[in-house]
């Protein structure tokens, strides 16, 4: 069992910081304050090909695979969790495609993506459903060679800046619960589709969500993405490879958080000695470390293991979920080192604390986590 990386994969990820620092860790501070979404750093991260880099190169992809990616994702991070999903999300909609979309959808909006000429989304919330994948309501019906959608989509990241969705539809509404729904190309420019940026979020405030109305939406036949009547179980597979570059997004964040309170622990005196000479301090330090250390087994593995051939969907819940956790106690830990000073703008742990929450809630709830890997362990 060799746990080191290679020397590529140490390149990529030096790469990846070294961007991130020049790229996103100015703007950083600007761009929680005023929610600004940076397309620039889009497209330079694009020319690095760290959009998309798990698409493979056929397809104008960096090729990196899974592993790749999340080392990609952790460094950046690392700088700013907010600027990081506008790059990685940005093909966010191509995962569906690259899974089940034909030769040709392949070839239109994969190079299109990795080369940051377009920008994609995953539409699946929806306002009444978020956990409840099965109980979305947006209908696509068929009307000679093309679909009409209608109904509405909420919380998708990069809703107002992206040139295409991924739609999760209700195509065969006869069908069994988890036989009702198909996945369906929609682009954002479409007739009929209306985006509303969502403002005042908590955290990764650089990163663009959106509230989406489809109202009689028209996009040809052949923009369905796989089997009709599949979508359900596409989007859950979809799930499977996304979620431990959530856990590589937590810990990017975790790390960032140790580091900050290390910094500080060192300059920062209280009773005429640094506060990193009191063991309580020490203690919030080293349960950081510890957790940090055990999430990258966790991330990194599932990651590797897709890259194998082998995804485990258990895993994958297992690192989104413990990433969330190790994230939020990170943050919390961080700004508690910071005392008083991590409470105001200045120090970045504060948005660090912000922006940790989401890696509970996004991509699946916490909650969802623990039914989906209880669910395992019971069937036994
Ligand atoms: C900033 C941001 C970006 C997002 N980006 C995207 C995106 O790009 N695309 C997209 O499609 N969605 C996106 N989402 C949506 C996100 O995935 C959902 O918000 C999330 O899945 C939860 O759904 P919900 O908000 O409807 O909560 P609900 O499903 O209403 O859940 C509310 C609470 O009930 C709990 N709960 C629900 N069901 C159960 C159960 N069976 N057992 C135990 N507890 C349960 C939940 O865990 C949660 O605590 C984004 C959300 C945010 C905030």
Redesign the pocket.
């Known amino acids: 069992m060799d746990f080191s990386l290679s020397e590529e994969h140490k390149i990529l990820k030096d790469m990846a910081y070294k961007f991130a620092k020049q790229e996103l860790g100015p703007l950083a501070s600007q761009c929680d304050l005023e929610e600004c979404y940076q397309r620039e750093a889009v497209q330079k991260a694009a020319e690095l090909g760290m959009v998309g880099a798990w698409v493979p190169e056929e397809y104008g992809g960096a090729g990196v695979g899974c592993l790749g990616n999340s080392l990609i994702v952790e460094q950046l991070s690392r700088v700013d969790m907010g600027g990081c999903l506008n790059i990685t ?1 940005a093909a ?1 909609g191509c995962e569906a495609i690259w899974l089940y979309g034909s030769e040709e959808q392949k070839q239109e909006y994969l190079p299109a993506v990795c080369s940051g000429r377009k920008i994609s ?5 929806e306002p009444d ?4 994948v099965a109980g979305y309501k947006t209908r696509a019906v068929l009307d000679g060679d093309h679909w009409v959608i209608n109904g509405n ?7 107002t800046v992206c040139d295409f969705f991924v739609v ?1 539809c209700i195509t065969q509404p006869e069908a069994k619960r988890h036989g009702r729904f198909s996945q369906i190309i929609v682009p954002a420019d479409a007739p009929g589709v209306t985006r509303n940026k969502i403002k005042g ?1 908590m955290g ?1 405030r650089a ?1 663009d ?1 959106a509230a989406l109305a489809f109202e009689d939406v028209r996009v040809p036949k052949g923009n369905l993405v796989g089997e009709e009547g599949r979508g359900f179980y596409q989007l859950m597979h979809f799930f499977d490879t996304t979620r431990p570059m959530v856990g590589a997004q937590a810990l990017g964040l975790s790390q960032a958080c140790l580091e900050a309170s290390l910094r500080y622990a060192k300059e920062r005196s209280a009773f005429g000695q640094p506060l990193g000479s009191f063991q309580l301090i020490q203690q919030k330090l080293t349960e950081m470390a510890i957790r940090i250390e055990a999430l990258r087994g966790l991330v990194y593995r599932a990651a590797w293991l897709i890259d194998a051939g082998q995804p485990d969907f258990t895993l994958a819940a297992m690192a989104k979920y413990f990433g969330g956790q190790t994230a939020v106690f990170c943050a919390n830990a961080a700004v508690e080192v910071h005392g008083g000073y991590g409470y105001i703008h200045e120090y970045e742990v504060q948005r660090y604390y912000r922006d940790a929450k ?1 890696l509970e ?8 986590e ?2 989906t890997v209880a669910g395992v362990l019971l069937r036994g």
């Open positions: 999300a966010f989304a995953g539409a699946f919330t459903a978020g956990t409840d989509k909420m919380f998708i990241t990069n809703g999760q979020k990764i990163s969500t989401i809630l996004y991509e699946g709830t916490k909650e969802a623990v039914v």
